[in-house]
């Protein structure tokens, strides 16, 4: 007898038979606030309204000022931005630099937690792994942009070609080119078997081109025992695998940096400086993204203030990291012989110093208020910090760019005042927000912005301890 269609929907996006601890999952409430999670995630996808279609156009026409500043650079030539020996890097590897950071921190920080059964990881897993892949994707057009003949980009991948002619494998172009190839597609793997139960919910409730597409991206999921096994083992395996691969590949992107002689740059410190900076960027960006998702789709329930305090925490530890290595590295400065790294450090103090302090107040004084409990879940405090983190290390990346090529070990080489960032550079950095942007509201448009068969597990559990304590006559402790 053919099941109905509401019987169909709760077995693909419920829990194995094997899962269902102690038979809780029959219980009739239990059901209830089942089916109440599925309806409101699954309610808060095709989100549309005047606040939706405003953030759309507004995201598309500043993808649109990046695309004209594009074309103008191609036009005319790397000659209408600040580009200037000796800084030939400056806006485009600092922003480069910045999103491949945001990028590695969500496919590890959702690994790492997955690893260790956090409960607190279902309320923003989702929207790390989107940001992962969306920031990668930004990310990945800096390198082409900061070229001169950008149509000719593919002269950096290692292809056989009629010429006999290899790339220079020891070029930080070809480093990059490999870092995002090898992280884009451990992140799609993991991103996407994560989300294959809540397609299989999308697939079960959708109709027309809609269904079809759901069906094929769900990969035929019908949420049986074995399905469930085969699932739980794929996605530890990839968890286990992308931790480490995630920390190796942002410590190449570290070595762009450290594998040259130029003062600043030549510092054994620089990888774990890197991955500690991009998950702390990343957490940031986490919380800009997610706490007006979690007001404008009505998912306060799910995403409540103890989640919020877990991943502030998160970004408090960050950053008290972070300001322990900006310690080692300035102590070891003043400790060593080296004097150009000396002038190179007082060049960032005091040319560049607007944006130093800006940047130490940001990434190591205004994060220690996060000891107090009451900000940690006051969400327009987190909201306005994570907006000023991200300054903070998108200056960091600039300073350490710019601040280093500005003093080099030939003084008439030497910088004469700071970089002045063009018109064009500005409208590629908005558009590279567009894009950005635009790609997330559209994740969440067709996309379940929550995972609702960890948030089912996790329920469960919580039912089970419950019955427990009930059992031993005991209380949960708040």
Known sequence: MALAKS????????L??????GGLADDPEIRREFRELTETVVGATGVGGPWFTAALLLSAGAMGIGAVSWWAQLNYGLEVTGLQHPMMWAMYISSFVWWVGVAHSGTMVSAILFLFRARFRPAFSRT???????AIVTATAFPIIHLGRAWRFYWLLPYPNQRHLWPTFRSPLLLDVFAILTYLLVSVMFFWLGLV???AIMRDRAKGWARTLYGIASLGWQGKGNHWHHHHMAYGIIASLATPLVI???????????LGITAGWHSTIFPPFFVLGAVFSGLAMVLTLMLPMRALLGLKRYITLEHLDWLARLILLMSLLLSFCYATEYFMIWYG????E???LLNRMTTYGPLFWTMTLCNSVFPLSLFLPKLRRNVPFLFVLSLLVNLGM???RFVVVAGSLARDYEPYAWAREGYHVMLVEWGIIVGSYGLFFFCFLLFVRYLPALPIAEYKRELLKEKREQHALEAAGLEREP
């Open 16 to 21: 194995a038979r094997h899962e269902r601890v």
């Open 394 to 396: 998108w200056l960091e």
């Open 342 to 344: 000396k002038v190179n």
């Open 7 to 14: 019987q169909i929907i709760e077995r693909n996006s419920g």
């Open 197 to 199: 139960p809540d397609l």
């Open 248 to 258: 190796s590949v942002h410590t190449v992107v570290s070595w762009d940096f450290s």
């Open 337 to 340: 012989r080296d004097q150009l």
């Open 128 to 134: 790390a792994e989107a940001m992962t892949l969306i």
